[in-house]
């Protein structure tokens, strides 16, 4: 009995002893990390916030169009008799293009023409008889009314026989006929189209908050596919309402093509400059950390990162301005903001600021 509780008491003695030991080796574990981790801090690229003149533009896309643009057709029906363009070349404003066979108008007009001069020879008796009291007002009255009939008669005729005659409307260039002489066309016949393409317009549409910063007059600079020269462009009519769709004010721009680079239909790039900014915050779009509501970036504190909550504005190529959250003699850091956490230690190697003026 007495070498039972001797065991138990021994039992009891190692278990509590192994409990000890194990305690006091985490104790000083825990104490050997601290330091460990206290000592140990990232190294980060950091940049010191400075003031900036900043030129804020926006990137669009626009479409170019011709300054004038007609699709040539018959006001009337006929064979075509003349054809007096060629294809691709430039005309004038009242050249005759198309000429439409008008013998059965004219055999018309001539018919009318004889009938109109019989009736005012029958008007110009029925006026001396009336003033001889040999007929009665109501007599002249018919011959007058015979007359002013033939006489308008003879104007509709003239009028269709002019419209067999295709002239263009202003001078341009002519594109690709669709008929040949001898093709019977109708008004509904396309010959050819007529654009004049000396001046070009180019439609965009900006968002809508910026609507109060371009008006008419405003200057503009575009690219096009495929060359990188730079054309400009001035703002001449605005759309008068924000399309409720997509929240954004239709522009329209002329711009000069008299050495016809610029080619209607084409795609074209829009730098629309808006207002300059003297004091502008910049920072890089590297250092920028897109959140679920917005955007962070990561400023030292006393050599500990902390995570700030910005709202952003326009950007360039490597920069984005910064409207909240920072402000001029700030701290940022530009490099492995992605593997910190708000309140770690941090060594930083500032950085000079890369200048940016343009948007």
């Given at each position: 009995m007495k070498t039972k509780h001797i065991f138990y008491a021994l039992l009891v003695l190692g278990l509590g002893a192994l409990i000890s030991y194990r305690i006091i080796e985490n104790t000083s574990a825990r104490a050997n990390n601290k330091p460990q981790e206290a000592q140990t801090s990232a190294?980060?690229?950091?940049?010191?916030l400075e003031p900036q003149k900043f030129s804020e533009s926006l990137s669009l896309s626009g479409s170019l169009e011709a300054n004038e643009q007609v699709e040539l057709r018959s006001e009337v029906s006929g064979v075509v008799e003349n054809i007096?363009?060629?294809?691709?070349?430039?005309?004038s404003q009242g050249q005759v293009l198309v000429r439409v066979n008008d013998l059965e108008l004219r055999a018309q007009l001539a018919k009318i023409k004889t009938a109109e001069k019989l009736a005012s020879e029958n008007e110009r008796r029925a006026q001396l008889l009336l003033e001889k009291e040999a007929i009665s007002q109501e007599e002249y009255d018919m011959a007058r009314a015979d007359l002013q009939s033939a006489e308008a008669e003879s104007q509709l005729i003239a009028a269709q026989l002019a419209k067999a005659a295709i002239k263009a409307p202003f001078s341009g260039t002519i594109g690709l006929r669709e008929i040949s002489e001898g093709t019977y066309v109708t008004p509904s016949s396309l010959i050819a189209k007529l654009v004049n393409t000396d001046k070009l317009k180019l439609t965009f549409a900006i968002p809508e908050k910026y609507s109060n910063q371009v008006g008419v007059g405003s200057q503009l600079s575009f690219t096009t596919a495929g060359s990188p020269e730079e054309h400009t462009a001035t703002i001449y009519a605005i759309e008068p309402g924000v399309d409720v769709a997509t929240r954004t004010l239709k522009m329209r721009a002329i711009a000069e093509n008299k050495e016809g680079k610029l080619i209607p239909g084409t795609f074209a790039n829009v730098l629309l400059p808006l207002a300059t900014v003297d004091?502008?915050?910049m920072v890089p779009t590297e250092a920028l950390i897109p959140i679920q509501n917005g955007k962070k970036i990561y400023v030292v504190q006393n050599g500990i990162a902390r995570e700030v909550i910005v709202q952003t504005g326009s950007r360039?190529?490597?920069?984005?301005?910064?409207?909240s959250g920072l402000k001029p003699g700030d701290t940022i850091l530009t490099s492995g903001v992605m593997i910190l956490k708000d309140g770690v230690p941090v060594n930083v190697s500032v950085q000079e600021p890369v200048a940016n003026n343009k948007a």
């Open positions: 190294t980060v690229k950091g940049e010191v007096s363009f060629q294809e691709g070349s430039k005309v004091d502008a915050i360039t190529e490597d920069s984005v301005r910064v409207l």
